[in-house]
């Protein structure tokens, strides 16, 4: 029988209001993908935000890769997620995400990490 691959499941509430709390989300993700595992970052709270077009570009910390970098890796090899009630709050629709990213909500995060061998990381 052979074990399946355990998944990791980033989230982050952090935006620009916490820009190293999203950058280390995003870096961990992408480190992940990198390593050749299987990656779902949920990006929930003000971090919804980074799911469209050119926002991830308004985080700048220095000493750190750029966001947009790091999402573009994650989406390369991974899932990215918008939370439903946190775009819905913003006004995000589907139609106003980056492309690869879908917007969904409780009930698919909840699946993803009961996931046996899933592994969840919140920032």
Known sequence: MTTPTPTLVVKTTSGTDRPEAANQAFTVAAAAVAAGVPVSLWLTGESAWFGVPGRAAELVLEHAAPLPDLLDAVLAAGTVTVCTQCAA?????????LPGVRIAGAPVFV?????PGAQALVY
């Open 89 to 97: 709050r913003r006004g995000i629709t589907p139609d106003d995400v």
């Open 111 to 115: 699946e993803e990490v009961m996931t």
